[in-house]
């Protein structure tokens, strides 16, 4: 085990690394008038871009390698829930119906 | 303008279903810091310091290999290096508020928070953003710092994994879906997700961070219609 006071370091130099990251453009923004247009543009991007970077592997892979069949459970969740996302656009429905598919295809031998 | 109280209120209704996600993952952050060795305190200061769960998990699993510092360092920053594009994003409609206040917000800025904060800016000019952004960031950072604190203490009761955690993926599901309003948007989500499995191997978790790059500028692409 890495000694405490490393750990410390290496947890206040990754909090303030982070912190950094998230204050970078909130921050430089104060001496720009405007947005270029096309940063502007390729911002619209970034929630579907990013959230699809994240949901889909955690979706997809299986213990670390990409399984898209029907012997993956939290694919066929996921797809369920995509759908009740998409028709109802709510958020705590989609968790519910995805949770429920999940779990209940668990049960199934 | 939206009141203060008002906007704080809504964005608050908004992040309480995400709350069925975060509060096992945020139980087992600090169950897992307390099963590979390190102390509650180091759980807590990682949910204080760094509060970003996904990078935290990384560290933890890393500590406990006994992998050198740097490494660990380094894994987070990248991890957390999406944060970039939530900054940028979020960057113009901050601007009117003062470095004090951005830099609070920034320090609490979250996938959650971003991910709804724009949706709602985007949607509706008139609701007071500083108080909308803080209803969803708050209540965030305030159950996961309580679930950490609860997951050490609960410890090794605590399983490897909840099935709820699977919450945690379902609610950015949930989110991303509406934001897929176009062709180049559909694009930007599924070369996004494409690249980010394929660079799941990637050393130092830069899969996500290239994946999510790579959408961002195939979005731009197809809608520029270069390849036209």
């Known amino acids: 085990m890495t000694d405490s006071a490393t750990v410390w370091l290496a947890i206040a130099v990754a909090g303030v690394g982070t912190f950094l990251i998230r204050f970078s453009f909130i921050f430089l923004f104060e001496y720009l008038s405007e947005v270029p247009e096309g940063v502007e543009r390729a911002l619209r991007f970034v929630p579907a871009a990013v959230l699809a970077a994240l949901v889909v592997p955690a979706v997809v892979l299986v213990e670390g390698s990409p399984a898209v069949s029907l012997g993956n459970e ?24 995805g949770m429920v598919v999940l779990v209940g295809l668990q049960m199934v031998p | ?51 970003a769960g996904a990078s935290q998990l990384a560290a933890i699993e890393l500590l406990g290999d006994n992998t050198p510092a740097a490494v660990v360092v380094v894994t987070v920053l990248v991890i957390n290096l999406r944060m970039t594009m939530y900054s940028a994003s979020l960057a113009p409609y901050l ?24 949706a709602e800016f985007r949607a509706d000019e008139s609701v ?3 108080w909308y952004y803080l209803g969803t960031a708050v209540p965030l950072w305030v159950v996961w710092q309580i679930c950490t604190v609860v997951g050490v203490v609960v410890g090794a009761r605590v399983p490897d994994s909840l099935p709820l955690q699977f919450a945690v993926p379902l609610t950015f599901l949930a989110i991303l879906v509406p934001t897929i309003t176009d062709s180049p948007s559909a694009v ?17 978790n830069l899969g996500l961070i290239t994946g999510a790059v790579t959408g961002v500028v195939a979005g731009l692409v197809v809608e520029t219609g270069w390849f036209r």
């Open chain 2, 1 to 51: 303008m939206s009141s203060r109280r008002g906007s704080f209120l809504d964005g608050a209704r908004t992040v309480a279903p995400v709350m069925v996600g975060i509060v096992p993952f945020g139980l087992v952050a600090g169950a897992a810091a307390v099963r590979v060795g390190l102390s509650g305190l180091h759980a807590v200061g990682l949910s204080v310091l760094v509060f």
């Open chain 2, 128 to 130: 007071n953003r500083k």
């Open chain 1, 74 to 97: 939290r694919l066929l969740a996921a797809i369920v829930a995509a759908v009740v996302a998409w028709r109802t656009e709510s958020i705590f429905a989609t968790i519910v119906v």
């Open chain 2, 95 to 118: 601007q009117e508020f003062s470095t004090r206040w951005r830099a609070a917000m920034a320090y609490i800025l979250t996938d959650q928070a971003y991910a709804l904060s724009v």
């Open chain 2, 188 to 204: 930007a989500a599924g070369v996004g997700g494409s690249i980010a499995v394929v660079g799941s191997g990637l050393p130092l």
